[in-house]
């Protein structure tokens, strides 16, 4: 705020003020030139633009009975109306002071009523209510809260020390869940590639004999339509190579070699007989 008692000043534009003629008020004044009577009147300015304040630390309780350490900013600006204008001078001494002060008050009403768990995770909803409660209580001050913010929220040491050691052992707790999730999906890959292997295993063999006994099939066929012949040819050759063993007398005619013309040893008795014989098996 400043006060001036030049006849002649300047408002600017982030500025707003009152004129008070033998101590009443007179007028509303805005930004521009402005004249006034020196020692008559009187004109207070007040910068309208928001205003940054700091809470310090505060020690709050919470719904637990756990002592924690707060602290944070609010952002708030006197009204642009004539009438806010006038609340700022005459309805309030110290406007920063009363609203730090005002805020510390309900910033311990506001973690009184949440536990330490649930503190540590409100911080924007706290702070919500902080910026409505206080805008709520300062209209009769001609003030806007325009923004509250906690900064801090520190739980005692020994606080900080059971909750570290709470989320140690949890995050080991989910390690060893994952290492025996790991475990047991690898135990069931090693089962699914068993299984597949052995089914690979048998479709094989089935593949195996089914080569096999589509070969004998193919053998066998080929046999009934192709080895009748063959086989006579070779009986016959059979016996010729048996004749042969033991020094028989073959007769070989147009027809080729045949078992009918095979002659072993015959008994000689008389050239007559002999020719008979001979006769005899040329005229068969």
Request: charged residues 30%; hydrophobic residues 40%.
């Amino acid at each position: 705020m400043r006060t001036i008692h030049f006849p002649v000043y300047i408002v600017n534009q982030y500025e707003r003020g009152i004129v008070e003629c033998l101590g009443r008020y007179k007028r509303f004044v805005g930004p521009g030139l402005h004249v006034q009577w020196p020692l008559v009147n009187l004109t207070r300015i007040r910068d309208i633009r928001e205003h940054t304040v700091s809470l310090d630390p505060q020690p709050v309780i919470t719904k637990d009975n756990v002592e924690i350490t707060v602290d944070g900013f609010i952002w708030v600006r006197p009204g642009l109306e004539a009438e806010d204008i006038q609340k700022t001078f005459y309805n309030i001494d110290n406007w920063l002071r009363a609203t730090v002060e005002l805020a510390k008050t309900n910033l311990r009403q506001e973690f009184g009523e949440l536990t330490l768990d649930e503190s540590l995770i409100a911080r924007e909803r706290i702070s919500n209510n902080l910026q409505k409660n206080l805008d709520e209580m300062v209209f009769d001050w001609g003030l806007k809260v325009c923004k509250v913010e906690i900064q801090m929220i520190d739980p005692p040491e020994d606080i900080k020390e059971a909750m570290h050691k709470e989320k140690t052992a949890e995050q080991e707790r989910r390690a060893m869940k994952l290492l025996a999730t790991g475990k047991f999906e690898a135990a069931e890959q090693e089962k699914l590639a068993a299984v597949q292997l052995a089914e690979g295993k048998k479709e094989a063999e089935i593949r195996v004999a089914e080569g096999k006994a589509r070969a004998i099939q193919l053998v066998n066929e080929a046999a009934a339509r192709y080895f009748q012949g063959n086989a006579l040819d070779l009986k016959r050759l059979e016996v010729t190579e048996a004749s042969l063993k033991n020094n028989a007398k073959i007769i070989v005619t147009e027809k080729g070699i045949s078992p009918q013309l095979i002659l072993g040893d015959l008994p000689v008795t008389s050239h007559g007989d002999k020719d008979t014989a001979c006769a005899e098996n040329l005229g068969e």
